[in-house]
């Protein structure tokens, strides 16, 4: 085989595992939501983990991505510096995404920064993003692919605790996240923590430990037992599925770690809408009256129908974080007489607000279930704004039987988010102090 053949082959087999990855979940995965799903007895939690089951079933059935967000293509790379074909991995990794965006099909997730504007092409500068790591007289390359969406991994935290706040900080950093960002990163969720000596290390680490499959431990004991600690400290704060509360809140806990300066511990987590800035912050009327109607946040990825000018298919549309809209929402609200908001996650004071006032309420449409959301989409009746590209494109539809619908704010103003989070506070103080005499490793 020459050389030109074989990076076609390997493009190409890259580009049909990116597209698989989008639509079927890893075995261990399944296996951990079936587990999760079987110990919950509350009403609430088994209809969100029966969607979730449903969706999983529709997107291989369909041969869909189970997610609308197929996020920004990150590529971990266990190269050996005898690989015939090290010289060309990037390239060949880049044109695979474009590839497998088009035949899958996944959304169109590269913006570039400063010119903003959407490549539609689901690549740009650094995107996808690689890291190496170079294996020294090996002939074999490991690839190591995961989609990076915008309201789980890619928002991450990170920062620098000095030595004195100890484990017992490292502790506080990660269950904190649990009870904020980790409320809308849809649970339950597979935790990666890093550690080490800067924020870009531990960020790094966070990254890598994702990459690990559920119920694998870190090498070394101590961290293995504070994947445990940690893993039960977070179960037990109660977070459930989507974060509307149950009997568990992750899949695990993995650790990654690398050494520190004396005087630094690195820590890391892993785990907006320009149709609404548009109308409120640039003063422009929205094209479709949705007076009484309803908006979903999302993102979706549509296609074109064979043989039709302009008609297009939902292939999959699953909610996206609503609180990026929350600084927006009592002007919209107030300004186009929308009824129902439907999105992931909590939102804030601004929409509270907005549906007491306006006599409106925001939903949760179970996140990750976006093929189940595309199939109740009976038509794509408009489309506006085309040149924000795919998911930022105003599309109207015409729905059947659109659910479930769990309303977590209503007409009057309460936050069902925001009541939880008392409880799930609580949770996690009495969850940090059973962990903390376990986590005393700098004596």
Not at 13 to 25: E, P, Q, S, Y
């Amino acid at each position: 085989m020459t050389k030109e053949n074989g990076v076609k082959v390997l493009t190409d087999m890259v580009a049909d595992f990116v597209a698989h990855i989008g639509k079927k979940l890893p075995d261990d995965v399944v296996a951990k939501l079936e587990e999760l799903g079987s110990q919950e007895s509350a009403a609430l939690p088994k209809v969100l983990y029966e969607t979730m089951t449903k969706n999983q079933g529709l997107a291989v059935e369909l041969n869909r991505p189970s997610c609308q967000d197929t996020g920004v293509l990150q590529f971990w790379l266990k190269c050996g510096t005898n690989f015939p074909y090290i010289n060309e991995l990037e390239g060949l990794l880049k044109e695979a995404v474009v590839q497998a965006t088009f035949a899958a099909p996944l959304r169109h997730n590269s913006v570039e920064t400063f010119d903003e504007y959407n490549t539609k092409r689901n690549v740009g500068k650094g995107t996808p993003t690689v890291w190496w790591d170079i294996v020294p007289n090996s002939d074999k390359c490991e690839i190591y692919a995961y989609m990076a969406g915008g309201g789980c991994t890619l928002p991450g935290k990170a920062m620098v605790l000095m030595p004195g706040a100890g484990y017992e900080g490292v502790t506080d950093f990660v269950l904190d996240q649990m009870t904020t960002y980790g409320l809308n990163a849809c649970p339950p969720l597979l935790v990666g923590v890093g550690v080490g000596t800067s924020v870009e290390t531990a960020a790094l680490n966070s990254k890598k430990a994702l990459m690990r499959s559920i119920g694998s431990h870190n090498d070394n004991a101590n961290a293995a037992k504070m994947e445990r600690l940690l893993e039960d400290g977070i179960n037990a704060i109660g977070l459930g599925p989507q974060g509307m509360g149950g009997k568990y809140s992750v899949m695990g806990v993995n650790i990654e770690n690398t050494a520190r300066h004396p005087s630094t511990i690195g820590v890391a987590v892993n785990v907006g809408c320009w149709s609404h800035r548009r109308l409120v912050e640039y003063g422009r009327e929205l094209p479709y009256d949705i007076k009484d109607k309803a908006i979903f946040h999302a993102g979706p990825i549509v296609r074109k129908i064979e043989g039709t000018e302009d008609d297009y298919e939902m292939v999959s549309v699953g909610p996206t974080t609503s609180m990026r809209m929350e600084k927006f929402e009592y002007e919209f609200t107030k300004l186009t007489g929308v009824r129902v908001i439907v999105g992931k996650g909590g939102m804030g004071p601004n929409t509270e607000r907005a549906c007491k006032e306006f006599g409106a309420i925001h939903c949760v449409f179970p996140a990750g279930c976006a093929v189940v959301a595309a199939t109740e989409v009976e038509k794509i009746v408009e489309h506006h704004w085309d040149e924000l590209g795919m998911p930022e494109t105003l599309w109207c539809n015409k729905v059947k039987e659109f659910g479930p619908l769990i309303v977590s704010i209503d007409a009057q103003g309460r936050n069902l988010f925001e009541e939880n989070k008392v409880i799930f506070n609580e949770r996690k103080e009495a969850a940090k102090q059973a962990i903390y005499p376990e986590v005393k490793f700098i004596k």
